[in-house]
Structure formats: C-alpha cells, structure tokens
C-alpha cells in the first residue's frame, strides 16, 4: 500500500489545472500535465508527492471538492481501480473509482514541446498580470498583445478587431528582436498565481515559466 498526502499547493495547483481541463490523466511520478480541449493551452508542474501508478480523473472539480471533505486527506493507492482517501484517525473514508483514460479524455503528451525561441522575453507580476485580466474585465475587452515596440515591451489588453475600443497598457522589463504585435485570447491566461518569466514566438507560441515553483505553461497564440 502506497499513501499520498497532497499539500496544499499541490491541490492548488489542481485547482488551476481543472481550469484548464476539467479532466486529467496523472502519470506514475511526480510529474502533473494537463492540456485543453483546444490544444492550446499545456501545462505542467513538478510537485512534491511521487503518485506510485497511472490513474484518470474524469471529474477533477469533484475529486477536489471530495478532498475538501476531510481535514486531513491522505489518498491510499492500494487497488488499481480506485483510491480510498481517508482522514487520520477520524474513521472517515471514501473511495474514489477512477475513469478509462482512453474514453474519457485528452492526455497531455508524454513528449516534451519543442519551443522554437523566442522573439519577445519579458518577467510579469502576479500583481501586473492583475491588473491586466481585471481591466479586461471592466472594459469587455478579449485580447492580449504583446508588443515589442522601439526594444520596449509593452503588455495590452485590447479588442484587436475595434481600432476604436479602449485599451489597457502596462511597461514590463524584457527585450525584444524587432517591432511585433503578438495576440492571445484573455480566457487563454489560465495561471497559477505568481511572478513569470515568459518568452514569445512569432511562430505563435508562447512558454510562461513561474519564477518561484517548478510549472510552466505553453500556450498558443492567435493568427
């Protein structure tokens, strides 16, 4: 018998991830990936708990509210079909049948991505990165642009279709290899809280590197 006690960054980084895609194949390790329905949001974290076999969650919003039940949860990996989460010495248990990965799901891939370089570098702040995603939300705006411009990297939240639409700028530190407008969608900013280091191709990709844990986030660009 194997017994897993998630901390709490590890469940909240689940959390993200159900954000992500509300479904997840765990591999053996200590390795957590998840990827959109769309395919173009990847992410993935190294985490201090070591799962001892491959399982599926087709419901991870529910598995982590089930979590939530106990004070102290500590997942029992003793049967290939199932956990049992117990709480210490409370006598409480439930057990959790996990899901058939082929027909439930989108797996992340095993393989690594293969970021092509980026043209635009830059670090953001949980609190800029705030600021951004709220005035998206108070001006109905629905994208992000990174922009080099004159070796300045400026983040925007804009409506890219709208010459006229409001628009919302921020001045982050990096550097960038030429005059560029690189879009994502707003909704595609799924973060775990914190600072990132985040690099952009031109080829339409971007790679999101938290600066204080082990995860990072690829996520497409617009065309």
Not at 27 to 33: D, I, S, W, Y
């Given at each position: 018998m194997t017994a897993v006690t998630l901390s709490k960054q590890t469940l909240a980084i689940l959390k993200n991830f159900a954000t992500i895609n509300t479904s997840i194949v765990v591999?053996?390790?200590?390795?957590?990936?998840t990827i959109s329905n769309a395919e173009n949001i990847l992410a993935s974290a190294k985490v201090e708990e070591t799962f001892?076999?491959?399982f599926a969650i087709y419901d991870l919003n529910q598995f982590i509210a089930g979590l939530l039940l106990f004070d102290d949860p500590v997942l029992h990996f003793d049967n290939p079909n199932y956990v049992t989460v117990k709480d210490g010495g409370q006598g409480r248990r439930v057990k959790y049948f996990f899901s058939d990965p082929e027909i439930t799901m989108k797996a992340a891939p095993d393989r690594e991505i293969k970021f092509p370089g980026g043209n635009i570098e830059f670090s953001v702040t949980e609190e800029q990165i705030g600021a951004l995603t709220r005035a998206a939300a108070v001006y109905g705006l629905p994208d992000f642009t990174v922009s080099g411009e004159e070796k300045t990297v400026i983040l925007k939240v804009?409506?890219?279709e709208d010459d006229?639409?409001?628009h919302y700028d921020q001045v982050v530190q990096g550097s960038t290899d030429g005059d560029y407008a690189l879009d994502f969608k707003v909704e595609n900013l799924r973060l775990f809280q914190g600072d990132y280091k985040v690099s952009v191709s031109s080829k339409l990709i971007s790679k999101w590197n938290h600066s204080d844990l082990d995860l990072s986030y690829y996520i497409a660009l617009e065309p």
């Open positions: 591999k053996q390790g200590n390795l957590l990936k001892p076999i491959d804009r409506d890219k006229t639409s409001n």
